[in-house]
């Protein structure tokens, strides 16, 4: 069997066959890019023959075919209850932090108490959520904007279950099958991104033989686990994870085509102020909001569904201008 997926990655056409174990084999064949365009029924045939996502293949074959024409991406704030986030600007220091954020009104807050940037150091759960309760309490008396809680810790989403929160958003992919079980038993989102290994040794983990192709195996497989558990398609959301097992080619790679990783659902991208940027233009954590605006315009207006950002206003803003000009 052998079934072409069209993926766009690369100029390539994605070709699954099945070796004599039953199992897929996941090649690249070169082709013209600008020839290649997403196949309902390619796609569709795909998910049927390797028996994915059933009974929503046909569901999520059209999503894809919608996907280029989406140009509105929803802008989720990062606030960050910790001493050490990359960036000092989103640690919360006082309510007026807060304040700042709700005001600047993003369409979700992403509430986080345990650093994960590279070679950070791991927080025990109850530390976790001892720094973030607090927070999710004076956003949840004062705002109606939907909280999403950045963890990858079956406490303190557990935890966080009682305050009423609308998205998990686990770096390790929804891993624990504790977090899928929360998950199946309430309405919430499911941010799932991908990272080999974790904060501590993902610098050493960013080799991949061909980066579209890994990730997007790796998004089919946690995807129908949590299909097969009992969530509902439209409340899993893919992030490949810039930054995160990731070097600057591969970072680089993800952001030039983020249409590769559309393969039926919502997508997240996080490139607020990361190293990539700092590559590029020289510039400190402190003075990159300009090559982070740049990746928000680029991700919108190539289908990215939500922008994971510091700093809400200006990405907002810079969006909504060009997207003005664009439709003058």
Known sequence: MEVIFPSRSKGYLDVYKEDKNGHVIIEGRKFARNSIVFEKSTLK???????????????????????????????????????????????????KIIDSMLDSKPDIIDIGGESTRPGSVPVEPEKEFDRIKWVIEYVKSVSDIPISIDSRHLYTISKSMDYDIDYINDISGFSDPGMVDIAVNSNVKCIVMHMIGNPQNMGEQTHYDDIYFQINEYFYKRADNMIKRGIKPENIIMDPGIGFSKDFNGNMDILKQPWSFFIGF????????KGFIGKITGSSIENRLGGTIATSIYLEQ???DILRVHDVTDNRDAINVYSCIEKY
């Open 45 to 95: 045939e795909f998910y049927i023959k390797n028996h994915i996502f059933e009974g929503y293949e046909e569901q999520l074959s059209e999503n894809v075919g919608k996907k280029l024409k989406n140009k509105k991406s929803k802008i989720m704030g990062i606030l960050n209850a910790t001493p050490d986030s990359f960036f000092s600007g989103s640690r919360i220091a006082d309510r």
């Open 302 to 304: 190539n289908g990215v």
């Open 266 to 273: 919502n997508t997240l991208f996080g490139t607020s102020r």
